[in-house]
């Protein structure tokens, strides 16, 4: 079981490193050459009122558009304060691996443009709140064990050496995080402890106004995410009878919060406190879910009134 672990880690580390070695290394490039200053420039005055300058854009534009690995791939390029980083920590928290996200909801029943719409307003609220309200996190931001450039290199050469460095490094520590928690996650799906946790989560589901049998789905999504835990997911809808207003509330709550152990862990090499970030999300997947949930039950008492006076 444990080889199984390790083999799927080494296998993760892998998948990641492709992704996150090239845009490393792209992104790098580009900083050295006309181009990504050229973005930034324009995109500037638009990112300001989050609180993030204009490259930044590129972290938020790979992690929706490829997934949350490219996004950290293109922060440890660029120089940015620890309130910068919190802030694109917790943007791409709610709003990552769009497209196959969006898939994902599809397949398990839920409106795909419903699904953005809530994770990239999340993003963005949050993100001008935390701009607004804390005054903290001037300090530059340590990438962990990643070197920093101590000269300015002037040549391709070296420019691409230092684009190599840093995904090397950068890989290195995610496989530090990776390959633990999937021989974590191998654990529990063989000893079947995802059934004994979904058990768990039911008073907190029904707190949340969400019945007992749609437990299970909440949590593959809050253990595995929602790309990994599809297959848990979609099973869990289809045999265990969840209804339109379940499947909503339980799907809005992962879309805020969702892989909770895997993607508060990816960001601690980018140095910023990852406590308040998983703080943040479940805060809001909570505050949001009760809301709907109460706001769906009035809907549906002011209806069994209306058929009760028409009858």
Request: glycine share 8%; hydrophobic share 55%; with cysteine.
């Amino acid at each position: 079981m444990l080889q199984r672990g390790l083999f799927v880690g080494l296998k993760t580390t892998w998948t990641l490193g492709k992704v996150i070695f090239p845009i490393t290394v792209i992104v790098t490039l580009l900083q050295y050459s006309p181009v990504l200053p050229w973005v930034t420039n324009v995109l500037t005055p638009m990112m300001r009122w989050i609180g993030l300058p204009g490259d930044a854009a590129l972290v938020l534009v790979l992690g929706n558009f490829l997934n949350l690995y490219a996004g950290i791939g293109a922060m440890l390029t660029m120089d940015l304060t620890v309130k910068e980083v919190f802030i694109l920590a917790v943007m791409l928290s709610f709003s990552h691996n769009m497209l196959v996200e969006s898939a994902v909801a599809a397949q398990v029943g839920v409106r795909v443009w419903w699904t953005v719409a809530v994770r990239v307003g999340l993003a963005f609220v949050s993100a001008w709140l935390i701009h607004v309200l804390w005054d903290g996190g001037q300090q530059m931001a340590k990438y962990g064990l990643v070197p920093q450039a101590s000269t300015t290199p002037n040549t391709w050469g070296e420019i691409v050496w230092i684009g190599v460095e840093r995904a090397l490094y950068g890989i290195g520590q995610l496989a530090l995080i990776i390959i633990p928690l999937m021989i974590a996650i191998q654990v529990l799906k063989e000893l079947k402890w995802l059934d004994t946790f979904s058990k768990w989560l039911s008073p907190f589901a029904r707190l949340l106004g969400i019945r007992e049998n749609a437990s299970l789905t909440m949590a593959a999504g809050l253990l595995f995410g929602l790309a990994y835990g599809a297959g848990v997911m979609i099973q869990a809808v289809k045999e265990d009878g969840v209804s339109k207003k379940d499947l909503t509330l339980t799907f809005l709550f992962l879309v805020a919060c969702h892989a909770v152990v895997e993607d508060t862990l990816l960001f601690v090499p980018l140095g910023i406190p990852v406590w308040p970030l998983l703080v943040i999300r479940l805060v809001t997947a909570v505050l949001l879910t009760v809301a709907l949930s109460f706001i769906w039950n009035r809907m549906e008492h002011r209806k069994r009134k209306e058929a009760t006076y028409e009858y």
